[in-house]
């Protein structure tokens, strides 16, 4: 794994800063060197509380293939190489507590791991750049505005469609509910069992008088086709004139006239 390197100086000292995986981490001999005690005092301190430390959080171990493809520049020993990220470092030197170790740690965190955090920023667009960039998210934008409008408008096209057919639906059943409502004078004495009080032999009376009485109001009715007779239709009214009708027609005839008249059920 390649890694960017790049020089800083810490406490009058010249230091390669080291990034590894996306973070700043430093070895043995920087730490060494910036504190100015030895390498083994530094190896002793993390293997005395390495419990302490995690791997992959606080420091890193490459052996010693790992540490030549790094592409640090850093020399790897047969053993391989330890790096410490800024919280492993600060651990390592948690135990300094003389003044100049204190301003190191400072140094270390404001000079070495901050300005790395830094330089491992995207470098900024230029302006061409970022006006393309916007240019290309409007142009997104719009392209999903107008694929949108164009879903927006078939779904109000499809509701249409349904509004249509449901209007439609609607007006067969009403056709075939209005052709279902009118009833020839034996229809409607056969489903409401009036012959009794209403014998055939009145039918003709019956019907010169529903007639007479729906011409006068202006109430349609209609031919309809009859089976057995020797004329092809009667005259059918709808159930509710024989509901407005037929009770005073029965009191006038003799028959009964507070006889409740229930619709023909299918």
């Known amino acids: 794994m390649m890694s960017e390197q790049l020089t800083t100086i810490v406490n009058g000292l010249e230091l390669d800063q080291l990034f590894y995986k996306g973070m700043p981490v430093v070895t043995y001999e920087q730490i060494a060197l910036v504190h100015g005690i030895s390498i083994a005092n530094v190896h002793k301190t993390f293997q005395r509380h390495k ?26 020993n047969p053993n391989g190489l330890t790096l410490f990220t800024e919280h492993g470092y600060m651990l390592l030197v948690k135990p300094m507590r003389d003044k100049v170790s204190w301003q190191v740690q400072r140094l270390m965190r404001n000079a070495y791991f901050r300005e790395k955090q830094q330089a ?3 470098p900024p667009r230029s302006a061409a750049i970022a006006q393309f960039s ?18 927006l408008q078939e779904v109000k096209l499809h509701m249409q469609r349904t509004d249509q057919e449901a209007a439609q639906t609607n007006a067969n059943v009403n056709r075939v509910m209005e052709s279902q409502s009118f009833y020839t004078i034996a229809e409607y004495i056969c ?23 729906c011409r006068e109001r202006n109430i349609p009715f209609r031919r309809i086709s009859v089976a057995g007779k020797r004329w092809e239709s009667e005259y059918g009214f709808h159930i509710s004139v024989y509901t407005d009708v037929l009770p005073g027609w029965l009191r006038r005839n003799g028959g009964q006239g507070n006889l409740h008249i229930l619709p023909p059920s299918s």
Not at 52 to 68: I, P, Q, R, V, W
Not at 134 to 151: F, K, P, W, Y
């Open 51 to 76: 419990e302490e430390f995690l791997e992959g959080e606080d420091y890193f171990h490459l052996d010693f293939t790992e540490a030549k493809q790094s592409g640090l520049r850093v020399q790897a």
């Open 134 to 151: 916007d240019l290309q998210a409007i142009v997104s934008l719009a392209e999903s505005v107008a694929e949108t409008r164009l879903e």
């Open 191 to 213: 489903f409401n069992e009036l012959q009794r009080q209403v014998p055939e032999k009145d039918y003709s009376t019956l019907s010169r008088y529903l007639s007479t009485y």
């Open 120 to 122: 491992a920023l995207p």
